[in-house]
């Protein structure tokens, strides 16, 4: 989740209010007040002021910037929430925002708000820019289903429109070129255009922000005009808008700049929505708007989840000083979020904000009681008995990757095209050299012994682990075997030496077995066996063919065995 | 006399019969203190016997260096066997000039390089020296002539040069000036090029001290035991051993190497974590490499649109993309609960369950994914479970990123479950696992937990340290798979404690394919 920038003055600020005075905060003490947030200090420069804070809770995007971090570290510190008189619905709004039919195929819902009074700063500008960056690309998926556009209220004229145009039909000066432009041409080679026309590409009408005079505001999700949407600073008067496909996240991306803007002194006018189609705000609606609504939670729940009887009064007091509005009702308590948050799912939402909002210090562990056997799967159980018995047999236990390349797991093998080249593969492939599950053990040790021609010898290596086997009779398509791989490997390595291993191996494990010739490409042909137990195939030795020894370009004879502890359980 | 009677015995005990043989040989009359080569003869060693024999006893103050004289050994080299075969190239410079001057041809010095096939600093060298010496003249238009006359030179290198060819010998036994023409062209640094070559050769002759001649008289009064290294089957069969002696070794030498068989570092280290985990009475669980999204994040809560189920987070699965089925009724009801919440007293994520994303099968990228599959199978309660489990993330392979890595997880199921006997629960394991005395709780996020809880603890070695995350299950994820009571998850990151134990600053090293890195790499834990 985001790591943002701020500074610790403005920071600083922000806590003590609008009509507060700054207090330092010392680094021990913010961390502690950091938990409020989730937030973690990754960073601090003592010359500039500046903080590095990386923000966890994907579903708290109103903590994704200053504001929101000192907003809930005041109302902590005060103990009660911010009265924030614009979320309330009222008669008066700036002006009328009327949305054109066609749009709930590409970019349905806007929200809008006027914002006068608070003169920006370049540190409050800086801090307005991430704000806007940082909602836009996680909270909106990279402008999918939100993006955000600040404009200079002066030039605007109300109705703004939000329409929807052919591609060569308006023409513009976007932010960051010299020229009018068309839409298409934004397109084709403005960089945001090139970054963000995927979301509009299926469409052959774009949606166009204008006001009464056919002046263009930006078009939504790629770019501002240049000449209304590039607030500079010792700007105090502001129109703030919000487009996307979700409409709680638009109204909900909306309040939390008003509620930020409000916070640095601004006042908000709201900005009344007319929409051609029925919504779930119905057909005209002001944003900002509170779309939430009160739960009733038993107090009960609360306390059975933390372990603690908190009462009635705890829990209302941890409540409000979080953020929340409460009503406290005999054995349940009323509860709703502030309208700059919409992440109340499920009542343990609320359990967890009453624990951060009290500190987790206030909860004393307690040891759970019950009695359990604890005990290893029969396949772990196996693992451990085979490991044990190669280890005694001067085994040097090796651990690999089980991801690694189709080179390595089947052509240097001779495998390629044969049924035991059949490996799980990597749809989205980083790098050729993972881009596959190893489907045998034996690889992974020829690569050790690869690169191991210095270490003294003999070289006997072993490993115990996972591997991957397509598997059309599986509903996933491939099963995960556990399998022993061994190698033995020096100037006089010959058959009968993993042979002697793998009949003490099943000696002590009381398997029978026998051997099968098995023409199989990795091993020099009359020197392979299957080994099969209770009539089925449970493994495989042999000595590796000089050709698989040239391709990992090793220079000593080496042997091999591969056993299914899988199916080795399924004997016992 | 005390002293004397100790310090023969002592040394005694301890002679090698190499040894024994040098002290006699040196010990008998002779006229001048022998040197290594005189000794060869008188005890009839051979030279790498005699050398190693004269090295132990020096060490051990028995001998002494009577003389140390430097002799010089002049010798032929390569260059000079081939001079010695084409002759040299100023004895052929000064015959291309005699034979031009016999014919009337004008010969320059690039004549003579091409037609002998001689190096140019060959020839010019050669030129310099003839010219010195009057043997030839150079004229006009830089054509050689000969004037007639000897080159003492030419003449005393193919002296020295027939004179070595039989053999090296002393530098001293050259009279000038064959001796300082040898020397001018004896090989110098940087000038492999030279006929000759002379080296220095060490002569040492030696003498008994006064303890080694305690020794020596001791020696030859009572013979030298007959000596054995090896005891033998025979010579205990027939008791023989009685009457032998056994060399004393050196034990102060290192010992020579050899490869145990043994677990891997790594593996040591995570088995003294599953024992841990046994003994706190959790019962192990084992899933998947391949996963569908459905048990990877699906059955967690964590919505299709979640940023972590990302293409650039997750590996898809390229054969088969997709699982066939996914159990009934656990589709349906993680269907519900992603729509409307249904069922778990949710408002659920409120958009479009897409079944047919929940099939995607990728690669496991958390061991969650064990703990969701273990809870829709009939889990027990009170109940414990853990893994020790295989993940994949799709990340840029680096000293802190591996592209497979195991995570320790697991759940605890029980009607005691809450808040408190969470971190109740990380008490312990930051108390068995970590060996920590202090411990820290942070509020923490996970898509799939709520409390979740970030447990910090103070390493003795790191300082505080993330040990792991856990959380209560959030009840849209326990109950559309059956469980009614509430369920702890706890996750343990134990990759980086690992590290310190095993002395690694890579994660890459933890899977190493480096043998001689893995045979010597020791853990403390």
């Known amino acids: 989740m985001p790591t943002i920038s701020v500074q610790r003055d403005?920071?600083?600020?922000?806590?003590?209010?609008?009509?507060?005075?700054?207090?330092?905060?010392?680094?021990?003490?913010?961390?502690?007040?950091?938990?409020?947030?989730?937030?973690?200090?990754?960073?601090?420069?003592?010359?500039?002021g500046e903080l590095r804070i990386e923000l966890q809770d994907s579903n708290r995007p109103d903590l994704w910037c200053c504001e929101g971090i000192a907003r809930q570290i005041r109302i902590k510190q005060q103990g009660a929430s911010i009265s924030y008189p614009f979320f309330k619905k009222q008669k008066r709004a700036a002006g009328k925002l009327v949305v054109a039919p066609g749009l709930d195929r590409i970019r349905p819902y806007v929200a809008a708000c006027t914002a006068v009074g608070y003169r920006v700063t370049a540190s409050g500008l800086t801090q307005l820019i991430q704000t806007q960056e940082k909602l836009a690309d996680i909270f909106g998926r990279k402008r999918r289903t939100v993006s955000i556009g600040l404009y200079r209220l002066a030039p605007i004229v109300f109705p703004v429109s939000y329409d929807l145009v052919k591609p060569d039909e308006v023409r513009f000066t976007p932010l960051g070129m010299e020229t009018v432009m068309t839409l298409r041409e934004i397109l084709m080679v403005h960089p945001k255009g090139v970054e963000y026309g995927g979301i509009l590409s299926a469409h052959d009408?774009?949606?166009?922000?204008?006001?009464?005079?056919?002046?263009?505001?930006?078009?939504?999700?790629?770019?501002?005009?240049?000449?209304?949407?590039?607030?500079?600073?010792?700007?105090?008067?502001?129109?703030?808008?919000?487009?996307?496909?979700?409409?709680?996240?638009?109204?909900?991306?909306?309040?939390?700049?008003?509620?930020?803007?409000?916070?640095?002194?601004?006042?908000?006018?709201?900005?009344?929505?007319?929409?051609?189609?029925?919504?779930?705000?119905?057909?005209?609606?002001?944003?900002?708007?509170?779309?939430?609504?009160?739960?009733?939670?038993?107090?009960?729940?609360?306390?059975?989840a933390l372990g603690e009887a908190l009462g009635g009064r705890e829990v209302t007091a941890a409540l409000q000083s979080y953020g929340y509005t409460v009503k406290a009702a005999g054995q349940k308590v009323a509860v709703q979020l502030p309208a700059y948050r919409n992440d109340l799912l499920h009542t343990v939402d609320v359990v967890e904000d009453v624990a951060i909002s009290q500190g987790y210090a206030r909860f004393a562990p307690v040891m759970p009681s019950q009695f359990t056997v604890g005990g290893l799967s029969p396949l772990e159980h196996m693992a451990d008995r085979i490991r044990h018995l190669m280890v005694g047999m001067e085994f040097q236990e090796i651990m690999s990757n089980i991801m690694g390349s189709h080179q390595d797991f089947c052509t240097k093998m001779r495998v390629d095209g044969t049924e035991w080249a059949k490996v799980v593969e990597v749809d989205n492939v980083m790098s050729l050299s993972y881009s596959c599950l190893r489907q045998w053990i034996t690889p992974s040790l020829l690569q050790v012994e690869a690169n191991s021609s210095r270490a003294f010898y003999p070289h006997r290596m072993f490993e115990v682990g996972e591997v991957a086997v397509l598997d059309v009779n599986a509903d996933i398509g491939s099963r995960t075997v556990t399998k022993l791989g061994a190698v033995i490997a020096h100037a006089g390595a010959h058959f009968s030496e993993i042979h002697s291993c793998l009949d003490l191996l099943l000696y002590y494990l009381d398997r029978p077995f026998t051997l099968e010739p098995v023409p199989h490409p990795s091993f020099l042909e009359g020197r392979a066996g299957a080994i099969v137990a209770g009539g089925r195939v449970i493994g495989l030795l042999g000595e590796l063919h000089p050709e698989v020894l040239e391709q990992w370009q090793i220079s000593v004879p080496a042997?091999?065995?591969?056993?299914?502890?899988?199916?080795?359980?399924?004997?016992? | 006399m005390s002293e004397e009677r100790q310090t023969p015995p002592l040394f005694m005990d301890n002679l090698h019969p190499l040894e024994s043989k040098v002290l006699l040989a040196l010990a008998q009359p002779q006229s001048a203190p022998p040197t290594l080569d005189q000794l060869t003869s008188s005890t009839g060693l051979e030279p790498s016997q005699l050398s190693m024999a004269v090295e132990w006893l020096l060490a051990k103050s028995l001998i002494a260096v009577h003389a140390e004289t430097v002799a010089h050994i002049a010798s032929l080299t390569p260059t000079g066997e081939?001079?010695?075969?084409q002759s040299a190239p100023i004895e052929r410079v000064l015959s291309?000039?005699?034979?031009?001057?016999?014919?009337?041809?004008?010969?320059?010095?690039?004549?003579?390089?091409?037609?002998?096939?001689?190096?140019?600093?060959?020839?010019?060298?050669?030129?310099?020296?003839?010219?010195?010496?009057?043997?030839?003249?150079?004229?006009?238009?830089?054509?050689?002539?000969?004037?007639?006359?000897?080159?003492?030179?030419?003449?005393?290198?193919r002296t020295v040069l027939q004179e070595l060819r039989s053999g090296q010998r002393d530098l001293e036994t050259f009279a000038e000036p064959l001796r300082s023409v040898?020397?001018?062209?004896?090989?110098?640094?940087?000038?492999?090029?030279?006929?000759?070559?002379?080296?220095?050769?060490?002569?040492?002759?030696?003498?008994?001290?006064?303890?080694?001649?305690?020794?020596?008289?001791?020696?030859?009064?009572?013979?030298?035991a007959e000596e054995v290294s090896q005891l033998t089957p025979e010579l205990l069969k027939e008791g023989a051993w009685r009457t032998k002696r056994f060399r004393k070794y050196t034990i102060s030498l290192r010992a020579p190497r050899i490869a145990a068989g043994k677990r891997h570092p790594y593996r040591e280290f995570l088995d003294l974590v599953k024992l841990k985990l046994v003994s706190m009475g959790f019962q192990e669980m084992r899933g998947t490499l391949v996963e569908t999204e459905f048990w990877n994040m699906d059955?967690?809560?964590?919505?299709?649109?979640?940023?972590?189920?990302?293409?650039?987070?997750?590996?898809?699965?390229?054969?088969?993309?997709?699982?066939?089925?996914?159990?009934?009724?656990?589709?349906?009801?993680?269907?519900?609960?992603?729509?409307?919440?249904?069922?778990?007293?949710?408002?659920?994520?409120?958009?479009?369950?897409?079944?047919?994303?929940?099939?995607?099968?990728?690669?496991?990228?958390?061991?969650?994914?064990?703990?969701?599959?273990?809870?829709?199978?009939?889990?027990?309660?009170?109940?414990?479970?853990?893994?020790?489990?295989?993940?994949?993330?799709y990340d840029q392979v680096d000293a802190t990123h591996a592209t497979d890595f195991f995570q320790v997880e697991g759940i605890v199921l029980g009607a005691d479950i809450n808040f408190r006997t969470l971190l109740g629960l990380l008490n312990l394991f930051a108390r068995e696992v970590a060996q920590a005395k202090e411990v820290k709780f942070l509020p923490a996020y996970f898509p799939f937990t709520e409390p979740s809880v970030e447990m910090h603890v103070r390493h003795p070695k790191l300082g505080w340290m993330e040990l792991g995350g856990a959380g209560l299950f959030r009840p849209e994820v326990t109950t559309p798979l059956g469980v009614s009571v509430p369920v702890i998850a706890w996750g343990l990151g134990l990759d980086r404690m690992a590290m310190v134990a095993l002395g690694i600053h890579d994660i890459r090293d933890l899977f190493s394919a480096d043998l001689e890195f893995i045979r010597t790499m020791r853990g403390s834990f």
């Open chain 2, 82 to 85: 081939a001079f010695f075969d």
């Open chain 2, 299 to 393: 059955a967690l809560f964590m919505p299709q649109f979640h940023p972590a189920r990302d293409i650039h987070d997750v590996y898809f699965v390229k054969n088969p993309t997709h699982a066939r089925d996914i159990a009934e009724p656990y589709l349906r009801n993680v269907t519900q609960v992603h729509e409307e919440g249904a069922g778990a007293g949710s408002t659920g994520w409120g958009y479009r369950f897409d079944v047919e994303r929940a099939k995607r099968l990728v690669l496991r990228s958390q061991g969650t994914a064990v703990s969701a599959r273990r809870l829709a199978a009939n889990p027990s309660v009170p109940g414990k479970y853990f893994s020790i489990a295989r993940c994949f993330r």
């Open chain 2, 182 to 224: 040898l020397q001018q062209h004896a090989v110098k640094r940087g000038n492999a090029r030279e006929p000759f070559r002379v080296d220095e050769r060490v002569t040492r002759s030696f003498v008994l001290t006064d303890g080694g001649r305690n020794v020596a008289e001791r020696l030859s009064r009572d013979g030298v």
């Open chain 1, 10 to 48: 403005d920071l600083e600020a922000l806590i003590a209010g609008p009509n507060g005075t700054p207090v330092r905060i010392s680094l021990d003490q913010l961390e502690q007040s950091l938990m409020l947030v989730k937030g973690e200090l990754k960073g601090h420069n003592a010359e500039t």
């Open chain 1, 205 to 304: 009408r774009l949606p166009v922000l204008r006001d009464a005079k056919g002046q263009v505001l930006s078009f939504p999700p790629i770019i501002n005009s240049r000449e209304i949407g590039e607030v500079q600073v010792g700007d105090h008067e502001l129109f703030v808008e919000v487009t996307g496909t979700d409409l709680q996240m638009v109204a909900l991306t909306l309040n939390i700049f008003a509620a930020n803007l409000a916070d640095r002194g601004a006042v908000i006018t709201p900005v009344e929505i007319q929409s051609p189609v029925k919504t779930a705000f119905g057909r005209r609606w002001h944003t900002p708007v509170d779309f939430g609504s009160p739960r009733s939670i038993p107090l009960k729940a609360i306390e059975t």
């Open chain 2, 96 to 157: 291309a000039a005699r034979e031009a001057g016999q014919t009337g041809k004008r010969l320059t010095i690039q004549d003579i390089q091409s037609q002998e096939q001689l190096e140019p600093s060959d020839v010019s060298k050669a030129v310099g020296t003839l010219k010195k010496e009057g043997a030839i003249l150079i004229v006009q238009g830089g054509c050689i002539e000969s004037t007639g006359r000897n080159s003492p030179t030419a003449e005393a290198m």
């Open chain 1, 559 to 572: 042997v091999s065995l591969e056993l299914e502890l899988d199916r080795l359980l399924d004997e016992g």
